[in-house]
T-cell receptor, first 112, second 113 residues
Framework: SQTIHQWPATLVQPVGSPLSLECTVE??????LYWYRQAAGRGLQLLFY??????ISSEVPQNLSASRPQDRQFILSSKKLLLSDSGFYLC???????????FGSGTRLTIV | GESVGLHLPTLSVQEGDNSIINCAYS??????FIWYKQESGKGPQFIID?????DKRQGQRVTVLLNKTVKHLSLQIAATQPGDSAVYFC????????????FGTGTRLQVTL
């Protein structure tokens, strides 16, 4: 069966520090991968998506970047975090177009 | 469209009653719709989906209705239970968009005893 792993679950980082959040999917090949951010009490904002290794599409201009070094690995990064980067970050995958997503358990990121 | 920046509307329902959560979607070319449930501190979980060639689909205690004429989607939960308390999101997928889902605002369902 397919599973998605996202870590860490919580993270507290100082302003100006770097960031690396990792997401891996097991049990499937060539998934579509997504990074979403959710501010407290708000909806879901798509940050990046990827349809293949090395293929990254950015949805909104921001302080973050994404990479897909392997088929089932998706990484969200920043060189210097801002206070506004705080939020709940969710990774998701889907197998084909016109299919639903399966979400990871999320990372609660607090910038101090 | 995107729901960033909007406070979540809240629906309060008594335990045992039926709940109806509504969603207006934006794109008439969307051909696939999903409802997700998100409990506090967790990732959204799939509840039920429907394709645009259908107008109703039923699951266990849940029914999704699709009205393409007015671009409206609803989720009905029968005999609402305390465990149904969560935020519910609708999502739409437009064909040919690399499976990108556009999420609705979200509705917080509060079940009272």
């Amino acid at each position: 069966s397919q599973t998605i792993h996202q870590w860490p679950a919580t993270l507290v980082q100082p302003v100006g520090s770097p960031l690396s959040l990792e997401c891996t999917v097991e049990g499937t090949s060539n998934p579509n991968l997504y990074w979403y951010r959710q501010a407290a009490g708000r909806g879901l904002q798509l940050l990046f998506y990827s349809v293949g290794i090395g293929q990254i599409s950015s949805e909104v201009p921001q302080n973050l970047s994404a990479s897909r070094p392997q088929d089932r690995q998706f990484i969200l990064s920043s060189k210097k975090l801002l206070l506004s980067d705080s939020g709940f970050y969710l990774c998701a995958w889907s197998v084909t177009a016109g299919a639903g997503y399966t979400f990871g358990s999320g990372t609660r990121l607090t910038i101090v | 469209g995107e729901s960033v920046g909007l406070h979540l509307p809240t629906l309060s329902v008594q335990e045992g009653d039926n709940s109806i959560i509504n969603c207006a979607y934006s794109n008439s070319a969307s051909d696939y719709f999903i409802w997700y449930k998100q409990e506090s501190g967790k990732g959204p979980q799939f509840i039920i989906d429907i394709r645009s060639n259908m107008d109703k689909r039923q699951g266990q205690r849940v029914t999704v209705l699709l009205n393409k004429t007015v671009k409206h989607l609803s989720l009905q939960i029968a005999a609402t239970q305390p465990g149904d308390s969560a935020v519910y999101f609708c999502a739409e997928n437009m064909a040919g968009t690399a499976s990108k889902l556009t999420f609705g605002t979200g509705t917080r369902l509060q079940v009272t005893l």
